[in-house]
């Protein structure tokens, strides 16, 4: 796996980008839930109350797409220090574990046709952390990722994200671009850069998991979003073997 491309040769073959966190592994496993904690437990060490704690990680979260770029905005805070002390922190090995339908998804890509990428909004720590407990580095391509050192860096659904992503990659045809994310407005940012083949992860059964409030804020559209834009939901990661047929060797 690389973290950036070596520029230079086309190629022509498509990228299918998948989100990472909630995406390739289940919402079930609490991740979010433990991480939201973590974050809170930071809001807290800044002086805030709880009621603001809460107030300010929500709209942090709905309005930058990530908590962290409303504390680098209106707080004097070390995101490096922040990525160790929530992201950096998570006992994720007893959390996730490798999941062997899921790395034979990736082994049946038909890698003459596709490159396969990873677009997170976590940190590069993080990302690679869980692509190598579920056994997919080696099966991913490249990384993208949110790069907390630098200032005012971009994260999904903001449009630079995505060209960023595409620059990385070395694609220049949007209409190449397949892209699977558990969060809808992620979605919306990426049809809105004219990426084609975008689904949309819908987890089954997350009703139970903090009462339906991560699967509530996946939902949300983001501003401005078309209405009637169609994108494929898909409730499995299996279900892209009927969702993208052209993709896959077998
Ligand atoms: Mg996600």
Redesign the pocket.
Known sequence: MSASHQSGSADDRAVVWF?????LYSASSRISHVMGHKIHAYFLKLGLTHDEASELHLRYYTQYGLALRGLTRHHDIDPLDFDRQCDGSLPLEDMIQFDPSLRKLFEDIDRSKVRVWALTNAYRPHAERVLRILQLDDLIDGLVYCDYRVENFSCKPEPEFYQLAMKQANISDPSKCYFI???RG?IDGARAQGWAKCVHFCEKGLEAVEGGRTMQIGKERAPGAKSDDDVEIVTSIEELRVVWPEIFKI
């Open positions: 989100d990472i966190d909630n995406t994310d558990d969060n992620n």
